[in-house]
């Protein structure tokens, strides 16, 4: 095996942009129009991996419980939702406008944020500056419902996807047969107008949400909010994320949403410094409670004794983006094997893009594309696998890297004589040899094994 020295790690949001760019995970968005800023169009690796958290965020809260079930609800609600929710009236950020450069800022994060006159200081920081006095801007995107323009077709597409839950809180308690505590999973695209959307996908104005409202005693809601921290922080440790670069932070009262009686949010390190990844937060009962004055549907639990409660509700939320913009940064890697640099994404197995490579040695030989191709159909029907026989190995298996395969078959001039092909392993380098035929059972096996990524704390 080739000797490694590893390297000292610190990724940049910019090398990450790059390697989702070159290849192929992410691009930005309208690109031939000159792009509209901070919005994003995911290629095929992008796209895998995606469906790869989907799956299981999904797992870990639907597949693996008896007491969570699935919802998908509409894009666009009834208006009246967003006013019962408090969105309408309260779902908004200090915005101030800069009269010398034309730029507009959030009031209440201009240390984070860059002036547009060079050099570039804080907005308000140069004699130059001239800001407005802040004002409320609603970050809900706005649209009309049918063919007129008038006041009562106005709609919103939803900012968060909570409250198409709520809505269908009765449906659930009746058809699905709940009683508390229970809860409702859904994963659905949001839109937030963001002033200042920026570092790549951790803050965008369209992104896809996965969150669950459970549904409990008011009595017990302490403990099931304690419960969701722990569960979901277990999540990013079972899929790899170093738990060095994880941390839960509690909200003050000061900082707490409208509908919040708790709020932790679980922070991973970012290349922009500890950020949220994921909120937990006990709503208490203003969801339900709201939606029952504004609707006249008690929104209640009634048990078969006659008991009847408005259940207090714990939300873990997170976005597919932010998750995305962790794995990828957690997994970023960078080493010089022999004389060459690789790049290399360790992700862990299970939640890399494609799971393995069918590389046949020489493309040009029929024998060994046959026998490459025919694995490659055996395992394809089970997992995420790619065949390639496109240029010189090392630059295959350098591209594998990139993209995070954890394991790449080999079909080679002994594959012809005795029926066995090498496995590469993308983080030791290590290789061995297979029999053909027990390839399929190695990789089930493989992926079953704990696994812990091999860069430092
Ligand atoms: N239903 C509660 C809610 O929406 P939030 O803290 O506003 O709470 C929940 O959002 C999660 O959604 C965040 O923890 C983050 O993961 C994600 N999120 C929020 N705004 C986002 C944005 N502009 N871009 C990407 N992800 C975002």
């Known amino acids: 095996m080739a000797e490694t020295e590893p390297r000292t790690e610190t990724v940049s949001m910019d090398k990450i942009v790059s390697l989702s760019r070159r290849r192929g995970f992410v691009f930005p968005s309208s690109e031939i129009y000159g792009g509209l800023g901070s919005t994003y169009d995911y290629g095929h690796y992008g796209v895998l991996l995606k469906n790869v958290i989907r799956e299981k965020w999904l797992r870990a809260m639907v597949q693996e419980r008896d007491d969570i079930v699935a919802l998908d609800s509409a894009v666009i609600l ?68 049918g063919a007129l323009q008038e006041e009562g077709a106005r709609a919103y597409l939803r900012p968060e996807t909570a409250q198409g839950i709520f809505i269908n809180f009765k449906n659930v308690l009746q058809l699905a047969r709940r009683r508390p505590p229970f809860g409702i999973a859904q994963i659905g695209k949001s839109f ?9 996908l951790f803050r965008v104005r ?98 078969p004794e006659g008991e009847r409660y408005v259940p207090y509700v714990i939300e873990p939320a997170v976005s597919i983006e932010r998750i995305f913009v962790a794995l990828l940064v957690d997994a970023y890697d960078e080493e010089v094997v022999g004389e060459r640099e690789r790049t290399v994404l360790r992700l862990h197995p299970q939640m890399a893009p494609v799971t393995a490579a069918v590389l046949p040695l020489i493309a040009k030989s029929d024998d060994m594309v046959g026998k490459a191709r025919s694995l490659y159909e055996n395992l394809r029907g089970r997992h995420r696998v790619e065949y390639d026989d496109n240029g010189a190995i090392g630059r295959r298996y350098r591209r594998q890297d990139e993209i995070g395969t954890p394991f790449a078959f080999t079909i080679d001039e002994q594959t012809l004589e005795s029926d066995t092909v090498t496995v590469r392993d993308r983080d030791s380098l290590a290789q061995e040899r297979l029999p053909i035929g027990g390839v399929r059972a190695w990789l089930d096996e493989a992926l079953d094994r704990p696994w812990k990524t091999p860069k430092s704390d």
């Open 78 to 145: 009834h208006p009246r939702v967003w006013e019962a929710s408090g969105h309408v009236e309260g779902f908004t950020d200090p915005l101030v406008d800069c009269r010398t450069c034309k730029l507009r800022f959030r009031a209440d994060k201009l240390d984070e944020q860059h002036c547009g006159r060079q050099p570039s200081k804080h907005p308000g920081e140069t004699e130059d500056c001239d800001l407005t006095e802040p004002r409320q801007f609603n970050l809900m995107f706005e649209t009309t419902v």
């Open 192 to 200: 937030r107008n963001e002033i200042t959307p920026g570092n790549f």
């Open 206 to 303: 369209e992104f896809e949400q996965m969150e669950m409202e459970y549904f409990v005693r008011p009595a017990e809601a302490d403990e099931w909010y304690r419960y969701w921290i722990d569960e979901r922080l277990r999540w990013y440790l079972r899929y790899g994320i170093r738990e060095s670069r994880l941390r839960v932070r509690e909200h003050g009262p000061e900082e707490r949403s409208h509908y919040s009686r708790a709020t932790s949010d679980i922070e991973y390190l970012y290349p922009i410094g500890w950020s949220e990844l994921e909120g937990v937060a006990n709503r208490g009962d203003y969801d339900l409670t709201r939606h029952t004055d504004f609707s006249t549907t008690k929104l209640e639990y009634v048990g």
